[in-house]
């Protein structure tokens, strides 16, 4: 979502409901200890956390921590977590902020390029909807994985 935005484009929804589950398991981490790494700017023990997050769910490399973060602490509220992350997956590159709160999380578009250069949003939103799904492991996987680890 941009600035004075509340409305999310449509880019920031296929990559929300694509990374849904990434979401899920980053909002499982201490926070205390992210906002400590973030704070000392640890980005590569950031990356290692956010690739065992996005490990079961997507091919490697596909979504990646752009070594980018923030957070933000109110006495009134829960923390809210900032990370810059990059999803690469042939024809479609996109950097983008995925906000972790207590009970949600969230998209912010910044930038999303295609190897193909004059494209309609139509085309840009399926491209998009396209690559997020070849560049997720298959589902059966990702069950055998959790199965073992039982």
């Known amino acids: 979502m941009k600035a004075g935005n509340t409305k999310p484009c449509a880019s920031e929804r296929i990559i929300?409901?694509?990374?849904?589950?990434?979401?899920?398991?980053?909002?499982?981490?201490d926070v205390p200890e992210l906002v400590a790494m973030i704070r000392r700017d640890e980005s590569l023990n950031i990356a290692d956390l956010v690739n065992s997050s996005t490990e079961l769910y997507f091919r490697s490399g596909a979504l990646r921590y752009a070594a980018c973060a923030d957070y933000c602490v109110q006495w009134d509220a829960a923390p809210l977590i900032i990370l810059g992350l990059e999803f690469c997956s042939p024809p479609v590159n996109v950097f983008f902020r995925l906000l972790i709160g207590q009970n949600s999380a969230g998209v912010e578009?910044?930038?999303?390029?295609?190897?193909?250069?004059?494209?309609?949003?139509?085309?840009?939103?399926?491209?998009?909807?396209?690559?997020?799904?070849?560049?997720?492991?298959?589902?059966?996987n990702v069950r055998r994985y959790a199965s073992a680890q039982s």
């Open 109 to 140: 578009l910044l930038r999303e390029s295609y190897i193909e250069g004059d494209l309609d949003e139509n085309s840009k939103h399926e491209i998009l909807t396209a690559a997020i799904a070849n560049a997720r492991l298959p589902a059966s």
């Open 16 to 29: 929300a409901e694509g990374i849904v589950d990434v979401a899920s398991e980053l909002r499982l981490l």
